[in-house]
C-alpha cells in the first residue's frame, strides 16, 4: 500500500517568506509525528498529533513554527519568516498507535528539505 | 529522562566482513529500541524493534540487535556487509509507556562498504 508522503520534495525560500509543508500519512494511522533533521545530525521531535488534536509541540522551535491536522488526515508544517538556521530536512512520521508499548513503530516519508537564503 | 549515544560516527568494513554499529541508551522507563537505516534521498527505513519479548531481535536483510540490560546496550550486528549496506543508521529510543511516544534519535552512523 502506500506509504508517507510528503511535498514538496525540496523548498528553497528566502529568508523572511513563509513555507507550508505538507505530510499525507498512511490511510488510517491516528498518529502523526514531525521530525526536524539537519544536516549531519539525527531527527529531532517537533510535534505530534492524535487525530486532529496536537497532544504535545514541546519540540518546536520558535513561535514561527506551526502545525494543523484539522480533519486527522493530513497534516502542514507552517514555517513563518523562514531563517537561516530553518535550513534542514523535514520528516514526518505516522503510526497505527496512539500509545508506546510492545514495539510502536512510526512509518517515515522521504522527507522535504529545506533551504533558506 | 532518555538518551541514546551512538558510539562511532563513521564506520568502514569490507565486503564480506562482519558490521558491528554501536549503540547505548538511557531510560528512566522501560524502553523500545529501533534501529532505522536512511539512505541517501530516501525515508527512514525499520531495520528491526525491540519489544522485550526476546533479546535478540532479528530484522530485515540479516540484520540483528541484542538487547542488553545491564549493559543499557542495543548494538547492531550483521555477518557479512554487502555494498548495499552503506547508508546511515540511527539508534532510536521510545519509552513503552503511554503518552507521546516520540522519537529519541542517535546522531547516527555512516557505514562505508569497501569493495
Known amino acids: 500500500g502506500a506509504g508517507v508522503s510528503q511535498s514538496p520534495r525540496y523548498k528553497v525560500a528566502k529568508r523572511g517568506q513563509d513555507v507550508a509543508l505538507r505530510c499525507d500519512p498512511i490511510?488510517?494511522?491516528?498518529?502523526l509525528f514531525w521530525y526536524q533533521q539537519a544536516l549531519g545530525q539525527g531527527p529531532e521531535f517537533l510535534t505530534y498529533?492524535?487525530?486532529?488534536?496536537?497532544?504535545?509541540k514541546s519540540g518546536l522551535p520558535s513561535d514561527r513554527f506551526f502545525a494543523e491536522r484539522p480533519e486527522g488526515s493530513v497534516s502542514t508544517l507552517k514555517i513563518q519568516r523562514t531563517q537561516q538556521e530553518d535550513s534542514a530536512v523535514y520528516l514526518c512520521a505516522s503510526s497505527p498507535w496512539t500509545s508506546g508499548g510492545e514495539g510502536a513503530t512510526q512509518y517515515f516519508g522521504p522527507g522535504t528539505r529545506l533551504l533558506v537564503l | 529522562a532518555q538518551s541514546v549515544t551512538q558510539l562511532d560516527s563513521h564506520v568502514s568494513v569490507s565486503e564480506g566482513t562482519p558490521v558491528l554499529l554501536r549503540c547505548n541508551y538511557s531510560s528512566s522507563y522501560s524502553p523500545s529500541l529501533f534501529w532505522y537505516v536512511q539512505h541517501p534521498n530516501k525515508g527512514l527505513q525499520l531495520l528491526l524493534k525491540y519489544t522485550s519479548a526476546a533479546t535478540l531481535v532479528k530484522g530485515i536483510n540479516g540484520f540483528e540487535a541484542e538487547f542488553k540490560k545491564s549493559e543499557t546496550s542495543f548494538h547492531l550486528t550483521k555477518p557479512s556487509a554487502h555494498m548495499s549496506d552503506a547508508a546511515e543508521y540511527f539508534c532510536v529510543v521510545t519509552p513503552m509507556t503511554s503518552g507521546t511516544y516520540k522519537y529519541i534519535f542517535g546522531t547516527g552512523t555512516r557505514l562505508k562498504v569497501l569493495a
Open positions: 498529533f492524535q487525530n486532529e488534536a496536537q497532544l504535545d
Open positions: 490511510s488510517g494511522h491516528v498518529s
